[in-house]
């Protein structure tokens, strides 16, 4: 029943800075921060006060409008500060770690006899829901909208991305423990999609219980978007939920171990990185200890927690996202670049681009060291067809990308919002013209859609 | 300088000119904040000029060739080589041009420029390339005023109304051109025109599409076919050496402009291909027909002759005023090509009818992209019923 899938449109994107196959084991971080903002919609509802001391494991905050669902501690600490922003807004829970860790242990389960809602139970207790994310929307998953199936990538095709074949190597049991798991929460089938690319980790390869795909082309082919919209399309009214490959390894070890373990090996990586290299440490964590002599000083350096498309802009201190997978650096591009020689009439063999303006197609091999600058103004939307090569959908970007800017919630359903997540449209916020952030755009447009229809 | 022109400085006003200079020579300092960190090379300006460049041949031929039949005008002599006196040509052809890019830019960009001030933005770059096509597609002979006159209008009523670049619904150019075929008929058609200068009598300026519609008059200039294929030789129009519009005679230039344009994907080839589709169809179907000179020219001289290869690689793939999805662009070059070689044919009050049927198209394009968007959005319902 497995299906393969040949996507013909896409762009990689060649970046600098490959992350090299050896994996160093950062100490416990001084402190780890836990954003509301990584789970979009999300009003957090505070469980633990300034002050208070938690395990790992222990709830930190919860939606307020879902209660069931719950965010929990990575690691003991004490609650260091609560980051307020307008209007008392929660940006950021700060925990500062204890030296010897404690966490909260639960008896291990046998998945096999448990049933769904069991799972179900166990997983929003347990705080592991938030890995589990929903679509239509892009969100955190309702519990209650039964999804029609689950759809796992088990390879991230975004630049520079952590190879999960590598970082998660040797946690078969984790990963097929978690895939059991989901297995549980639906009526229907469990997908993996595995890479033509390259040769498939066993654990990916052999996995059982689930329906393994096969997907060949350029990114966005590791995305679960066009993996769901070519082997099982969302219609208006179903759901589908999706997992990290990595963060099935975490669902999976707290079936295996009884305790909540955000431990997971991520990939440094970009132009500006000394060596990247695989780190393995844990979700929240403070990067500065990954950062130390890491990064070339010249200049100033932008760090992404997440890859160059979709990532989040973080302090240089910052801490890690709480679905990122690698730590991108970039340079920053905030200078004036002088129309014949770097600017917009320049030769450009240092710009990388879907276009054939820029001579980008003669040097196939080539890896570029791209900065943060946007090259050119925002415009009017003027070329035509060019989203339309890196969107392989059967969906009109542009247009939809309209509907999303004009609130127009009909045309949004009629053209097909309810399959797509923002993250799908990175390529198209890359190669636009426009420099419109697309990306913003649609999410403004599922937001009204998840207010109005949902 | 900068703090003079940001908000609250006291050149604030003057701060969209500040801004399209400063944007012209370097690349801003603006950086990415949401969403994708890096952007892709292209912009609109590059993008433009891209345009410009594939222009460049349609414009240096399109001197040479304004040059020789201002000669030709001045020497009372339609026999002249086309190949000899070049520099002399290039002089004569250069007096001619040159004034007309020099009042189509100015006009045309300082109308942006006013517009620009009063919405607070700088020049955004539709019309440089708009600037340069206007030109191209006058006859040798307008007078400059008229120009000036059309080039505003396009600018104003064409598309600062609708809301400046990439908002007009019709291409900028031909509403410049079409302003002056309705406006001032004596000007831009009949065989007075396309010869710049001081005309000596017994020199006919008309073009192979002028005399091609006088044989449905009373008084045809040639008394049949084959004494018009010899007078306007293929070989000829492809090149280019014939009367005509500044830019348009030459199918070689326009086919190197193509090619750039195509190359460089700022151009769609799906519209290129499918006007020279939708022009050679028509054309068979013609012959077919037959009965009449008009009729029985071989359609592939219809695309040869006149500005259709111009319009259809230059005007008619404007993405602005163009179809969007992928399969309207075909069924909107096939139409444009099919539609403008009716209009040429079949109304030969109208001789060129490329304009006219790339203006109907501009209009048209938006409800071919519906009803290919429609088709996608059914498929998708479709998708719900058979699950």
Redesign the interface.
């Known amino acids: 029943m497995s299906k393969t899938v040949r996507l013909k449109k896409g762009l990689d994107i060649r970046l600098l800075g490959e992350a090299e196959k050896v994996t160093i084991t950062l100490p416990l971080p001084t402190t780890i921060s836990l954003k509301p903002s990584d789970f979009h919609g999300m009003t957090p509802k505070m469980f633990a006060k300034e002050g208070s001391h938690v395990k790992a494991g222990e709830v930190i905050f919860c939606n307020k409008y879902n209660e069931p669902v719950k965010i929990v501690s990575p690691l003991s600490g004490t609650i260091q500060s609560i980051v307020r922003g307008e209007k008392r807004k929660i940006l950021e829970i700060l925990i500062a770690v204890d030296a010897t860790q404690e966490s909260l242990e639960m008896p291990t389960k046998d998945i096999s006899t448990m049933s769904g809602d069991e799972v179900k139970e166990t997983m929003l207790a347990a705080g592991l829901w938030p890995f589990v994310k929903q679509r239509p929307l892009d969100i955190i998953a309702t519990q209650d909208n039964a999804p029609k199936a689950i759809f796992i990538s088990a390879f991230d095709s975004a630049p520079l991305a952590a190879d999960f074949n590598y970082s998660m190597h040797g946690q078969d049991a984790d990963f097929q423990a978690g895939l059991d798991a989901l297995a549980k929460l639906t009526n229907g089938k469990v997908h993996l999609t595995l890479s033509t690319k390259s040769a498939n980790d066993a654990k990916f390869e052999h996995a059982k219980g689930v329906q393994i795909n096969k997907i060949s082309g350029k990114h966005p082919a590791g995305n679960v978007g066009p993996q769901i919209h070519h082997i099982d399309p969302i219609n208006k009214g179903e759901f589908i939920w999706t997992v990290n490959a990595q963060d099935v390894a975490i669902i999976g070890r707290y079936f295996n171990t009884g305790k909540y373990d955000a431990h997971k090996t991520i990939a440094l990586t970009g132009s500006e990185a000394v060596a990247p290299k695989y780190y393995k440490t844990i979700i929240g964590a403070n990067i500065s200890a990954l950062l130390k002599d890491a990064v070339k000083t010249e200049g100033k350096v932008r760090v992404i927690s997440g890859n160059a498309l979709t990532g989040d802009k973080i302090d240089a201190d910052g801490h890690l996202g709480f679905y990122a997978n690698q730590v991108t650096l970039l340079p920053e591009g905030d200078q004036y670049k002088f129309f014949l020689t770097t600017g917009w009439l320049g030769l450009g063999f240092d710009k990388f681009s879907n276009s054939r303006l820029f001579p980008t197609f003669l040097t196939p091999k080539k890896k570029f060291r791209l900065d943060t600058n946007t090259n050119g103004e925002e415009r009017a939307f003027v070329v035509t067809g060019e989203l339309e090569k890196v969107f392989p959908f059967d969906i009109f970007p542009m247009q939809l990308v309209k509907a999303a800017i004009t609130d127009d919630i009909d045309g949004m359903e009629n053209l097909g919002i309810y399959e797509v997540a923002p993250e799908d449209f990175a390529l198209c916020e890359y190669v636009c013209t426009t420099k419109i952030n697309i990306q913003d755009k649609i999410r403004q447009g599922l937001d009204l859609i998840g207010e109005e229809c949902m | 300088m900068e703090p003079n022109f940001v908000k609250g400085g006291k050149l604030e006003k003057w701060n969209p000119l500040f801004e399209t200079l400063s944007?012209?020579?370097?690349?801003?300092?603006?950086?990415?904040?949401?969403?994708?960190?890096?952007?892709?090379?292209?912009?609109?300006?590059?993008?433009m000029?891209?345009v410009i460049i594939a222009l460049i041949p349609c414009l240096l031929f399109g001197i040479y060739n304004t040059g020789h039949w201002a000669m030709v005008a001045e020497q009372g002599n339609r026999d002249l080589i086309f190949w000899a006196d070049q520099s002399t040509k290039i002089l004569l052809g250069l007096k001619v041009v040159l004034p007309l890019i020099v009042v189509s830019y100015g006009v045309g960009l300082l109308i942006e420029f006013i517009f620009g001030m009063f919405r607070g933005h700088?020049l955004?770059?539709?019309f440089l390339v708009s600037g340069m096509l206007i030109p191209l597609v006058m006859p040798a002979d307008v007078p400059l005023w008229m120009v000036a006159v059309a080039t505003a209008f396009a600018v104003i009523i064409g598309k600062e109304v609708f809301?400046?670049?990439?908002?007009n619904i019709v291409n900028i150019a031909l509403t410049a051109r079409a302003f002056l075929f309705f406006a001032y008929p004596t000007s831009m058609s009949g065989d007075k025109v396309w010869l710049a200068g001081k005309e000596v009598d017994g020199v006919s300026g008309s073009t192979a599409l002028g005399d091609l519609a006088s044989f449905m008059s009373d008084k045809p200039v040639f008394e049949n076919l084959d004494a018009y294929t010899s007078n306007y030789s293929l070989f000829d129009s492809v090149v280019g050496a014939i009367p005509g519009s500044v830019g348009e005679t030459s199918v070689i230039a326009c086919l190197i402009g193509a090619a750039i344009l195509v190359?460089?994907?700022?151009g769609?080839l799906r519209i290129i291909l499918s006007f020279f589709v939708g022009g050679f169809v028509m054309g068979l179907l013609l012959n077919l027909i037959g009965g009449n000179p008009y009729l029985d020219l071989p359609a592939y001289y219809h695309l040869a002759i006149g500005g259709f290869a111009f319009g259809a690689v230059f005007m008619a793939t404007d993405?602005?005023t163009?179809a969007?999805?992928?399969n309207g662009?075909i069924i909107y070059g096939f139409l444009g090509g099919l539609v403008a070689i009716i209009i040429r044919v079949l109304n030969p009050a109208y001789p060129e009818g490329v304009m006219l049927s790339i203006l109907l198209m501009n209009v048209l394009a938006p409800i071919i992209d519906h009803y290919v968007?429609q088709g996608?959005?059914k498929?998708?319902l479709k998708?719900?019923k058979t699950?």
């Open positions: 944007t012209f020579a370097f690349t801003p300092k603006i950086i990415t904040t949401k969403g994708a960190h890096i952007r892709d090379g292209v912009d609109l300006k590059r993008t000029m891209t700088s955004h770059e539709g809301g400046g670049t990439g908002m190359f460089s994907g700022v769609s993405p602005v163009a969007q999805t992928a662009k968007v996608n959005i498929r998708r998708r719900i699950a």
